[in-house]
């Protein structure tokens, strides 16, 4: 046979393939798969780009897939009559008339579903949101998830066929599926999901070993990190020198009230300076006290987020609020992103948050009540789900703290669960009122505290935007329409914004790793004026008025904030 001949028989086997793959597709299974799509295209809590729109849609459409051809297979297990073939012809085309619409219809308005959020969060607005090209992403890759999957059911069938020779035909396919479950789950697991958190881990690792090139090594001998600490600057990690080294001096403080102050402590011990976490808690306690910080008014007890990153919008501002009369102290326990530690070990912020209260709590409850500073937790995102358990209640109720700012607690965070759960029943979940507002206030972009009403000896906020997936991310998402969609809605969430079985799961899941791609005040990035109003409404600081607050929030606003 020539090689022309050849080539002409080879084309027309793969087309003969191809028509049959089409045809082994299922009706039922191409329409969820096409309304999936056009859901997944709707607003969720942040703008998206279209690759990543595209790589939401193709799970979308997977996932509808699988649900009709589920539909269909329980259908034919209970053996429930068949309409007649002259009736589902008018079904079928009634049926790609009314889904060819919604897609058409989503495409149509994807860009102005996209702006409907971006101009919430005072973003450009785009003239097109890519609607062809996030199409044909999501085809590409929704037929390779497809794929994968039948190339599972084929295995476990094959598995199973193999098995029939020697046992009962159940047998053999129960058996057959979970010995080919466990083989995918052995490499998925051990392979693709460890080798992709060992790149982030190797990748993060060098990250958190750079050193920015406006940071000094501290000259100060009180200060930590100095040649005389008894933290190790090389041992900190990128983000802990940034908190060393960037914070206000006491210059900039004094300049901004008018009068003289004293330098901020800071101590932060990096996870390359001690083993342990109980280990990096003793040593962050010797340097707490080597340079002083039980000698200020006030001590916080800061918890980093997943990269060991503390935010400048909560810390700073505590800085100029008290004049410098104050230290933080705080811990790394990961250099990975928030998102993946919440993934990988969410029990981690935990575990280091417990050690460093613990030790610092114990030291100042031996010190004299009328000579010791007032004590406060501060954590954001990660930082706030293990901080916000480090004092237990018999801790508290025994000598207690002064009180806590907790900003973007994640979705884990197992007591601000309970409180949102336990709120008032007239109150919003993005805004929650819980009991009489004497222990727990919750506030957002917009100052919400309520400074006329009276607080109980213990003050704690939180601080949350409607718009943060990192909290509102939950599995039951998949089933459960979430009580932040009932009206009143947040302010910086969409109007078009609706939920949708299993795809408001996938947006939301989506939009975490986006959570700070939003600007200041939106998503998971917390504006400066929102801890301005925490830390003063917590602290109750001396020599401070509500024109101090209008000052400071100006002056931030005007040096805007890095982001992590």
């Given at each position: 046979?020539?090689?022309?001949?050849?080539?002409i028989?080879?084309?027309?086997?793969?087309r003969?393939?191809l028509?049959?793959?089409?045809?082994?597709?299922?009706?039922?299974?191409?329409v969820?798969?096409?309304?999936f799509?056009?859901?997944?295209?709707?607003?969720?809590?942040?703008?998206?780009?279209?690759?990543?729109?595209g790589?939401?849609?193709?799970?979308?459409?997977?996932?509808g897939?699988?649900?009709?051809?589920?539909?269909?297979?329980?259908?034919?297990?209970?053996?429930l009559p068949?309409?007649?073939?002259?009736?589902?012809?008018?079904?079928?085309i009634?049926?790609?008339?009314?889904?060819a619409?919604?897609?058409?219809?989503?495409?149509?308005?994807?860009?102005?579903?996209?702006?409907?959020?971006?101009?919430?969060?005072?973003?450009?607005?785009?003239?097109?949101?890519?609607?062809?090209?996030?199409?044909?992403?999501?085809?590409?890759?929704?037929?390779?998830?497809?794929?994968?999957?039948?190339?599972f059911i084929?295995?476990?069938?094959?598995?199973?066929?193999?098995?029939n020779r020697?046992l009962?035909?159940?047998?053999?396919?129960?058996?057959?599926?979970?010995?080919?479950?466990?083989?995918?789950?052995?490499?998925?697991?051990?392979?693709?999901?460890?080798?992709?958190v060992?790149?982030?881990?190797?990748?993060?690792?060098?990250?958190?070993?750079?050193?920015?090139?406006?940071?000094?090594?501290?000259?100060?001998?009180?200060?930590?990190?100095?040649?005389?600490?008894?933290?190790?600057?090389?041992?900190?990690?990128?983000?802990?020198?940034?908190?060393?080294?960037?914070?206000?001096?006491?210059d900039?403080?004094?300049?901004?009230?008018?009068?003289?102050?004293?330098?901020?402590?800071?101590?932060y011990?990096?996870?390359?300076?001690?083993e342990?976490?109980?280990?990096?808690?003793?040593?962050?306690?010797?340097?707490?006290?080597?340079?002083?910080?039980?000698?200020?008014?006030?001590?916080?007890?800061?918890?980093?987020?997943?990269?060991?990153?503390?935010?400048?919008?909560?810390?700073?501002?505590?800085?100029?609020?008290?004049g410098?009369?104050?230290?933080i102290?705080?811990?790394?326990?990961?250099?990975?992103?928030?998102?993946?530690?919440?993934?990988?070990?969410?029990?981690?912020?935990?575990?280091?948050?417990?050690?460093?209260?613990?030790v610092?709590?114990?030291?100042?409850?031996?010190?004299?009540?009328?000579?010791?500073?007032?004590?406060y937790?501060q954590?954001l995102?990660?930082?706030?789900l293990?901080?916000?358990?480090?004092?237990?209640?018999?801790t508290?109720?025994?000598?207690?703290?002064?009180?806590?700012?907790?900003?973007?607690?994640?979705?884990?965070?197992?007591?601000?669960?309970?409180?949102?759960?336990?709120?008032?029943?007239?109150?919003?979940?993005?805004?929650?009122?819980?009991?009489?507002?004497?222990?727990?206030?919750?506030?957002?972009?917009?100052?919400?505290?309520?400074?006329s009403?009276?607080?109980?000896?213990?003050?704690?906020?939180?601080?949350?935007?409607?718009s943060?997936?990192?909290i509102?991310?939950?599995?039951?998402?998949?089933?459960?329409?979430?009580d932040?969609?009932?009206?009143?809605?947040?302010?910086?969430?969409?109007?078009?914004?609706?939920?949708?079985?299993?795809?408001t799961?996938?947006?939301?899941?989506?939009?975490?790793?986006?959570?700070?791609?939003?600007?200041?005040?939106?998503?998971?990035?917390?504006?400066?004026?929102?801890?301005?109003?925490?830390?003063?409404?917590?602290?109750?600081?001396?020599?401070?008025?509500?024109?101090?607050?209008?000052?400071?929030?100006?002056k931030?606003?005007?040096?805007?904030t890095?982001?992590?």
């Amino acid at each position: 046979m020539s090689k022309a001949k050849r080539s002409i028989a080879f084309s027309r086997r793969v087309r003969r393939w191809l028509v049959e793959y089409w045809r082994s597709f299922s009706f039922v299974g191409l329409v969820f798969a096409t309304l999936f799509f056009a859901a997944s295209v709707t607003p969720s809590l942040l703008p998206r780009h279209y690759v990543t729109q595209g790589l939401l849609s193709g799970f979308s459409i997977a996932a509808g897939y699988a649900l009709g051809v589920l539909l269909v297979w329980i259908y034919r297990f209970f053996e429930l009559p068949h309409a007649p073939q002259k009736l589902q012809r008018i079904a079928k085309i009634a049926t790609v008339i009314v889904v060819a619409l919604c897609f058409v219809g989503g495409i149509r308005q994807m860009t102005f579903w996209q702006n409907s959020i971006r101009e919430l969060m005072e973003m450009p607005s785009l003239q097109t949101a890519d609607p062809y090209r996030t199409s044909a992403i999501a085809i590409v890759f929704a037929a390779v998830l497809v794929a994968l999957t039948r190339m599972f059911i084929d295995s476990s069938v094959f598995a199973a066929n193999q098995l029939n020779r020697f046992l009962p035909r159940r047998i053999a396919v129960t058996l057959g599926t979970i010995l080919v479950t466990v083989i995918v789950w052995v490499i998925a697991n051990g392979v693709v999901i460890r080798g992709l958190v060992n790149f982030a881990d190797g990748v993060f690792l060098k990250a958190d070993a750079l050193i920015e090139e406006d940071i000094d090594h501290p000259s100060d001998p009180m200060a930590c990190g100095s040649d005389e600490s008894l933290v190790d600057w090389d041992s900190i990690g990128r983000q802990g020198k940034a908190f060393l080294g960037q914070g206000p001096s006491a210059d900039e403080i004094g300049e901004f009230l008018d009068r003289d102050v004293p330098q901020p402590i800071r101590v932060y011990v990096g996870m390359r300076s001690a083993e342990t976490p109980q280990q990096r808690a003793e040593l962050a306690l010797k340097e707490l006290i080597r340079v002083g910080g039980f000698d200020r008014s006030v001590l916080v007890v800061a918890t980093p987020t997943g990269t060991g990153w503390l935010d400048p919008s909560a810390v700073d501002t505590l800085e100029f609020i008290h004049g410098g009369d104050c230290a933080i102290v705080s811990t790394q326990y990961s250099y990975l992103p928030s998102w993946i530690t919440i993934l990988v070990d969410p029990k981690r912020s935990i575990v280091s948050a417990d050690a460093l209260f613990d030790v610092i709590y114990r030291y100042w409850t031996d010190l004299p009540v009328d000579d010791r500073p007032r004590l406060y937790l501060q954590g954001l995102s990660l930082g706030a789900l293990g901080s916000e358990v480090c004092a237990d209640m018999y801790t508290i109720f025994e000598d207690p703290i002064q009180g806590a700012v907790w900003s973007g607690p994640p979705f884990p965070s197992q007591r601000w669960n309970e409180i949102v759960r336990d709120r008032q029943p007239d109150s919003p979940a993005w805004l929650p009122v819980y009991r009489d507002s004497r222990l727990v206030r919750f506030t957002a972009a917009k100052n919400a505290l309520n400074p006329s009403r009276p607080w109980g000896a213990m003050r704690n906020v939180y601080i949350q935007h409607a718009s943060d997936p990192m909290i509102w991310f939950s599995p039951t998402l998949a089933w459960h329409r979430p009580d932040w969609l009932t009206e009143p809605r947040g302010p910086d969430v969409s109007p078009y914004l609706r939920w949708f079985p299993v795809v408001t799961f996938l947006q939301v899941a989506f939009d975490m790793p986006m959570a700070t791609s939003v600007p200041i005040g939106y998503g998971h990035n917390y504006a400066p004026s929102a801890y301005i109003d925490a830390w003063t409404s917590v602290t109750e600081p001396d020599q401070w008025n509500d024109d101090f607050s209008r000052q400071l929030k100006e002056k931030f606003k005007a040096k805007g904030t890095p982001k992590p």
